[in-house]
């Protein structure tokens, strides 16, 4: 059999690629910006699976074009950049990379928490420009994190892991999920909360949803207008989950005390106003950005879609009724 020619549309971690160098022939964009739209629309026409960042705009048009494609795998967790209902209309299965970049997302959450929490953003700026002249009793005096109420919004897998990461700080623990989860309110005794009166209880609100239609501009005026007014905002989910113009708003005002973002509704254009707040630490969506889980999230995103090719059934898969039709043989 012909090897599967695959489309990467980025150079991902070496080590995490062998078998695409392996197993089949390799499209890949070696550049080192995204790859242009014309450029993807073409190169698509040839590729029995793609490979592709949350950046890359997978849509119908774009499907239309991929007429040999078997795979998509998506190097993340999070596909809302992928119209998942035009592959399954077509029988193609999508793959992500759920569950290696877990600790590492958590990680940036309390990481960006506690630089919004404890000003080190602003610190490190007063020691560059030589303002640091003492030690100081007042000098950027924050926030502490144990006795305060962390409420995470979207109790999966990260929600889950930025919940054990706030009890380690001695935080108490609210959450918001569509479903309730057992295993975080016995181990973590963790309190279940509509939305509402998690936004109102919290010092913390820790975003951790995927981006869907219904989590499309989760917050908004209303709901930083039930935040305490100190309270801070930690969005490691996806930026258009928050109204970045409300948001700025809220900052300005001091309707709330702070936010710590490291995704933004038009990535990678940030809201410009926001870039002149000090209460705020912005990071170039680095949540997953370590050596060791970029290789796993390459690793697994390979060998969804080179597993799938040869006939296996991943776990990984996002649609996976496209699986079960093919199995079935329909
Ligand atoms: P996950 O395990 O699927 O968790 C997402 C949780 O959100 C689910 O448990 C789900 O709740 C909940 N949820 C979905 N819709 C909701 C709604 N409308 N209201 C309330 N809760 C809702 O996914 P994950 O691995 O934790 O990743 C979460 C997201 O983080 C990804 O989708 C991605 O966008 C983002 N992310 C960002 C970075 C970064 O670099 N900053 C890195 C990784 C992931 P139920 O279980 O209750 O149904
Ligand atoms: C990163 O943002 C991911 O969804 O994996
Ligand atoms: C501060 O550096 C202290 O010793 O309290």
Redesign the pocket.
Known sequence: MDRPRILLTRALPEEGIERLHEECELDQWDHDHPMPRGELMERIASADALICL?SDRIDEELLRRGARLRAIGVY?????NVDVNAATARGIPVFNT??V??D??AD??FALLLSLARRIVEGDRMVREGRFHSWGPKLLLGKDLRGSTLGV?????????VLRRGKAFGMDLVY??????DALESELGARYAG?DELLSVSDVVS??????S??HH?MGAREFGLMKDDALLV????GP?VDEVELYEALASGRIGGAAL??YEREPDVYAPLLKLDNVVL?P?????TVHTRTKMARMVCDAVLDHLSGGRPENCVNPSVLVSKGEGK
Request: net charge positive.
């Open positions: 949350l993340a967790v999070g596909y809302d759920p569950g970049l877990t590492a997302t940036m959450a919004v979207g109790a999966g897998s990260i929600g889950g892991a918001h999920s569509r479903t309730r989860k939305l975003l951790n949803v995927p981006l869907t219904e989590t989760l969005n490691t989910a996806r989950v490291d995704v990071a969506h680095l949540g997953s950005a």
